[in-house]
C-alpha cells in the first residue's frame, strides 16, 4: 500500500514537470547554457520600430527577448478612424476589434543563434514571429481553419486584429513588397526575409520546403547565414503571398 502511494507520488511529479516544459516550449524554445554566447544584438534587430520594441541580449547572451507592444508604424483601418495612422479600407470586411479595444503586447525569447540541428517543428496558432514594425506575425492558419475562410478581414498589408493581437499572415506591403527588405524575426532565431534575395536581387530557386537558405543578406557583412524567405507563390484568392507556413528550421 505505501509503496503504490509513493509510486504515485512519484508519476504525479513527472507528469508535473512534463506538463510544466510542455508549456513553456512555444516561445522560449530550449534556452539552455549549451547555447552559443553572443556579446551584441544581430545588426538585423537594428531595423525594428523603436517605438514600439526593446530588444536585448537575454540569458547571459544565449538569447534574444523582443519586448514589443505589438503596435505597428504604419497605417491601417484597425487603427479606427479617431487615428491619424487610420486608413480608409472599404472593402476590407473588418473584424469587431481595433488596435485601442485590444492588447496587443507580446515578449518573446530566441535563440541568439538558431539551432540549425536539421529538426523541423511545425508553427502553431498565434504569433510565431515579430515583424520590423513591432506587429506580430502569424501562419496560414486562421483559428484552427484555413486562412482563405478569413481573407476579406485582411487589411491592404495582409493583416488584421482576431480575437488577440494585431498580426499579418501575408506579404506586409507595409514594409515589404516584391524586394528582400528583412520582415522580421521568427521564433527559432531566424529572420524571415521579402520574396527578393539581397545575394542575388531577384527570387531565390534554392529555398527549402521551409523557405529557407544560407546565403548572404544585407546584415551580414558578406557571412552566409541560414535566413527565410516569403515563398514567391500567391495563396488562395488573395492577390498575395503567405509571410510564413513552416515548418521551422531553427528549433
Ligand atoms: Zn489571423
Ligand atoms: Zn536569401
Redesign the pocket.
Known amino acids: 500500500m505505501k509503496n503504490q502511494f509513493i509510486k504515485t507520488i512519484v508519476l504525479f511529479a513527472f507528469l508535473s514537470v512534463s506538463l510544466v516544459s510542455c508549456s513553456s516550449e512555444s516561445s522560449t524554445d530550449d534556452a539552455t547554457s549549451t547555447d552559443e554566447v553572443v556579446t551584441e544584438l544581430h545588426a538585423a534587430y537594428a531595423q525594428f520600430n523603436t517605438d514600439a520594441t526593446d530588444i536585448y541580449l537575454s540569458n547571459g547572451g544565449t538569447t534574444v527577448t523582443i519586448e514589443t507592444t505589438g503596435l505597428p508604424n504604419h497605417e491601417t483601418v484597425y487603427w479606427g478612424s479617431s487615428s491619424p495612422l487610420y486608413k480608409d479600407e472599404p472593402d476590407v470586411e473588418t473584424t469587431p476589434s481595433l488596435m485601442s479595444s485590444n492588447n496587443n503586447a507580446t515578449t518573446i525569447t530566441v535563440d541568439a543563434t538558431p539551432n540549425l540541428t536539421g529538426s523541423s517543428v511545425s508553427t502553431a496558432l498565434n504569433t510565431i514571429g515579430i515583424a520590423v514594425s513591432g506587429a506580430s506575425i502569424?501562419n496560414d492558419s486562421?483559428g484552427n481553419g484555413p486562412l482563405s475562410a478569413?481573407a476579406g478581414s485582411l487589411d491592404w498589408t495582409g493583416a488584421?486584429i482576431?480575437p488577440g493581437v494585431y498580426?499579418y499572415?501575408l506579404e506586409p506591403k507595409a514594409f515589404s513588397n516584391d524586394d528582400d527588405n528583412l520582415v522580421g524575426i521568427l521564433l527559432d532565431g531566424v529572420f524571415l526575409y521579402g520574396r527578393k534575395c539581397n545575394t542575388t536581387g531577384t527570387y531565390p530557386t534554392d529555398l527549402d520546403t521551409s523557405g529557407g537558405h544560407t546565403t548572404t543578406t544585407q546584415y551580414t557583412n558578406g557571412v552566409k547565414e541560414y535566413h527565410y524567405h516569403i515563398i514567391n507563390e500567391l495563396y488562395s484568392t488573395t492577390g498575395s503571398y503567405i509571410a510564413f507556413a513552416g515548418p521551422y528550421k531553427g528549433y
Open positions: 502569424f486562421e478569413a488584421h482576431g498580426h499572415h
